[in-house]
């Protein structure tokens, strides 16, 4: 039987913008997408600790180094610049092997410079 683990997560990223006219998705920081393991066009939950919303989009990945954090389109009414959020993704993998999973998490610290990467 297969089973949701989470795969990967960016926590604690400052966003850096909202376009509500833009088609959709997430832009990232495409190395830090690199570090967590975040592929373009992959599924991500992005829940923002700032105001307590959740939403469900897609990864693009931003210039590398660019810091860019920017929510697109209709859950752009859910992210304001300067809101702290989670962006995480998550696997199917097989129940047997579940407990030897761990997931890749990459934290930031208060310039909002990646800190931590392990697997929890």
Not at 16 to 44: P, Q, R
Not at 76 to 90: H, Q, R
Request: charged content about 20%; aromatic content about 10%; overall charge negative.
């Amino acid at each position: 039987m297969m089973i949701e683990l989470l795969k990967c997560k960016l926590h604690g990223v400052k966003a850096t913008g909202a376009d509500k006219d833009y088609e959709g998705s997430i832009l990232i920081d495409s190395a830090w997408m690199e570090m967590a393991g975040i592929y373009e066009y992959e599924k991500v939950h992005v829940w923002n600790r700032s105001n307590g919303t959740r939403h469900i989009t897609y990864a693009i990945a931003a210039e590398p180094g660019s810091k860019a954090i920017i929510s697109n389109g209709p859950a752009a009414f859910m992210v304001n610049p300067g809101d702290i959020l989670i962006i995480a993704a998550f696997t199917h993998i097989e129940e047997v092997k579940a407990p030897y999973h761990k997931p890749k998490v990459v934290l930031f610290d208060q310039d909002f410079n990646p800190y931590y990467k392990a697997s929890v």
